[in-house]
């Protein structure tokens, strides 16, 4: 469904990402790991529009987006929650919410998938008149998790989603994004310096260091690779 | 003093004041959407100004729709300027900074070629005054002050509960942010810029009558709109508003007590005080 091909990110001469080739199927949750200033969040940010790749292409629902700016991305159904939350902080949970639905013409649909996230996230409902930049850190992750379902994503990428939250929140997280995965078959690209929980919820994953892909393969093979557990999990 | 001789001097500061607001409004509005200054800014309203001396005074064409024309013509002008130069100044302050000063001199200059460097005057498009509770107003004011509150409520409606005001004030929070959830960033600068030109050249408009229309117009109401926006805090648009009111007011109050060119630094004094105490402005942010 995903398809990233030598896709390099230069800032200015310096490279943050360089060749990179990724694939998200249908369904699947597929997991990049790697150390900080690797150029993972470059990486997502190029594949949503952010930022003009330098070289390679992005591939989407057979459909080659690579030059295409971030508000058609969204339309052709690929959603992302960035790294940072990024929520509009003087805006309510709500508004949060019906901007993450800005392209959507349907407003019964609209009604519905906001249903679904209030279902979801009891914690907004229950917070929807508040503003956004006076949510916890956890309240705002899951915003920033509802915001992105709210288009009705057939993919969702997330970066860092358990940055900052404790343990107790991170498989809280863990366990949402599982759900929207079986219940929706919503494809995931999940980025994580977290990598104990990254590859105990993806499927497959990468590792990605210095811009580079080092190591990829099925996450139960990964977390058995001694570079990845001296690296990664704490040897 | 009598409270009357008080209050007359407010709603005579006011009166002016709710104009600047308008011109501080786009000011403000194009700051939060593209993170610059427009420095050319007075001469968006200098160019609703003239738009004003040709329709309305030179062709004779009714007031009120000279104005909506005005606004019209200058916000399509701020689209142009937005596509052609300030599309690529988003976030660079000092670049903006430098390119705005030079489009300020070249539409200065470009009018001063095509219209004359000699003031032109616009005739009232209104004349008698108004008495209620022991005060005085000319009708002229009360139409231009009220026009000023129309749009300013306009601007407040559109911006609260339409889609695109609803985009721009997402890009005004995290452009980026309002990129990913599907925000065309391009067309929301386009029309911000454009909207905020559009209130220079309604504002141009309303005071053509008020003073003449030149070249070098734009001068006064953009001073004006900096103090509002300083006192306000960059980039708040209620912020612009309450700033708006402060300045009218003490201006308004210091013309009983000193003549123009005093009370022309007053704005400045108020800069001041309120930065001492809120180095952001009122409603300025983090
Ligand atoms: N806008 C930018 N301009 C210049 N360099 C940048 C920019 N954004 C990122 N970089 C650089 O690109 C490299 C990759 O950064 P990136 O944010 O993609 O890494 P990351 O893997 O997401 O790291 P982290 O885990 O810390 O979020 C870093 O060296 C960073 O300094
Ligand atoms: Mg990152």
Redesign the pocket.
């Known amino acids: 469904m995903l398809e990233l091909t030598d896709l390099s990110v230069h ?1 200015g001469t ?1 490279a ?1 990402v360089d060749s990179v080739s990724v694939t998200v199927a249908e369904g699947e949750i597929v997991a990049i790991i ?9 990486t997502l940010r190029a594949l949503s529009g952010l930022v003009r790749p330098s070289g390679g292409r992005v591939m989407f629902r057979g459909t080659d987006i690579s030059r295409w700016r971030p508000h058609r991305i969204v339309a052709l159904g690929l959603s992302h929650a960035p ?1 940072g939350r990024r929520l509009f902080p003087q805006m309510t949970v709500l508004e949060n919410l019906r901007m993450g639905a800005y392209r959507r013409r349907d407003r019964d649909a609209v009604a519905r998938t906001l249903g679904e996230v209030l279902e979801r996230f009891p914690r907004l409902a229950e917070r929807r008149h508040q503003p956004a930049g006076t949510l916890s850190g956890g309240e705002q992750q899951m915003l920033t998790i509802g915001r992105a379902l709210m288009s009705g994503p057939a993919m969702l990428i997330l970066d ?1 989603p358990s940055f900052g939250l404790a343990p107790l929140l991170v498989r809280e997280i863990r366990a949402i994004v599982q759900s929207i995965n079986r219940e929706r078959g919503v494809a995931v690209l999940l980025v994580e ?1 977290n990598a104990r929980m990254a590859l105990a919820v993806a499927g497959r994953a990468y590792v ?1 260091e210095t811009g580079r892909i080092v190591l990829s393969g099925s996450a139960a093979m990964l977390r058995e690779s001694p570079h990845v557990k001296a690296a990664y999990l704490g040897g | 003093m009598s409270i009357d001789l008080l209050v007359q001097a407010l709603l005579n500061g006011f009166g002016l004041a709710m104009v600047y607001v308008l011109v501080a409004l786009g000011l403000t509005l194009i700051f939060s959407i593209l993170e610059i200054i427009n420095f050319a800014h007075g001469e968006f309203y200098m160019l609703g100004g003239y738009v004003t001396y040709y329709v309305f005074a030179v062709f004779g064409v009714n007031y009120f729709a000279t104005l909506g024309f005005a606004i019209l013509a200058v916000g399509l002008a701020g689209v142009v300027a937005e596509r052609l130069i300030f599309r690529y100044l988003r976030g660079k302050t000092l670049n903006a900074f430098i390119v705005s000063l030079g489009l300020l001199w070249v539409m200065q200059a470009s009018a001063q070629l095509s219209f004359g460097v000699l003031d032109k005057p616009v005739p009232s498009a209104f004349s008698g005054i108004v008495r209620a509770f022991g005060l005085v107003i000319s009708v002229e004011r009360l139409v231009v002050s009220l026009s000023a509150i129309v749009l300013i409520a306009a601007l407040y409606l559109f911006l609260r509960w339409s889609r695109p005001g609803r985009a721009m004030r997402a890009v005004a929070q995290d452009a980026d942010a309002a990129a990913l959830q599907g925000v065309d960033i391009e067309l929301v600068s386009a029309l911000g810029f454009g909207i905020g030109c559009a209130l220079a050249g309604g504002a141009g408009g309303l005071l053509a009558p008020v003073f003449a229309v030149s070249p070098a117009m734009g001068a006064l109401p953009v001073v004006k709109a900096f103090i509002i926006i300083i006192i306000g805090g960059m980039g708040s648009l209620p912020g612009a508003v309450v700033g708006g009111l402060l300045l009218g007011s003490v201006e308004g109050l210091g013309s009983l007590f000193m003549g123009s060119a005093a009370v022309n630094v007053l704005g400045f004094l108020v800069v001041i005080l309120v930065l001492l105490v809120r180095p952001r402005g009122l409603f300025g942010g983090a």
Request: hydrophobic residues 25%; without cysteine; aromatic residues 6%.
């Open positions: 800032y310096v943050a790697g150390p900080n200033g690797a150029g993972k969040t470059s790294e860092e310096q990605m």
